[in-house]
């Protein structure tokens, strides 16, 4: 029969395994790149004033965000136009933030700083009988760097570790 510190042994050594696996699938998950081309029609969504000034509203069957900056819909892709990691919004700062190698954009997904060679893909959005549509047939790069049409401060600190 083992002894009690060999199955304790064994106990920590499993628990540490299995922590390793979980850790490394957390971030594939986080990290992988998007899947191309899971779209591919006309999405219709709410009435446009469902989307308040300054926000940013995630849609989950299309993986896109809206936002409204200065009164004008975007609907934003949300693979990262740098090597296509999911990018997230972040509600502290007010920007999307690329977790893969730091880009960010700011609501209209105006390029702010990073490797990203643009801003962040648009789709084509518009309002027709009083509620928004996507066309996600046709993804459009985003602004080119440098742009600042809709550039708004940033609410506060970023969501990325060690960053400000």
């Known amino acids: 029969m083992p002894k009690r510190r060999n199955l304790l042994n064994i106990a920590w050594k499993t628990g540490a395994g299995l922590l390793g696996v979980e850790a490394v699938w957390t971030t594939y998950e986080a990290l992988k790149p998007l899947a191309q081309g899971k779209a591919g029609g006309t999405l219709t969504l709410g009435p446009p004033d469902q989307y308040a000034e300054k926000t940013v509203t995630y849609i989950r069957e299309a993986q896109l965000y809206v936002s409204r900056v200065k009164g004008e819909l975007f609907a934003l ?75 708004t401060p940033p609410r506060g600190g970023s969501c990325g570790p060690g960053r400000a």
């Open 77 to 151: 892709s949300q693979s990262c136009p740098h090597l296509g990691c999911r990018v997230p919004f972040c509600e502290a700062s007010g920007r999307f933030e690329c977790p893969c190698h730091g880009s960010k954009y700011d609501l209209a997904g105006e390029w702010l700083e990073g490797p990203s060679p643009h801003g962040m893909n648009r789709y084509r959005i518009e309002v027709q009988d009083g509620r928004v549509t996507v066309d996600t047939r046709v993804l459009k790069n985003g602004p080119p760097l440098g742009t600042r049409q809709y550039y």
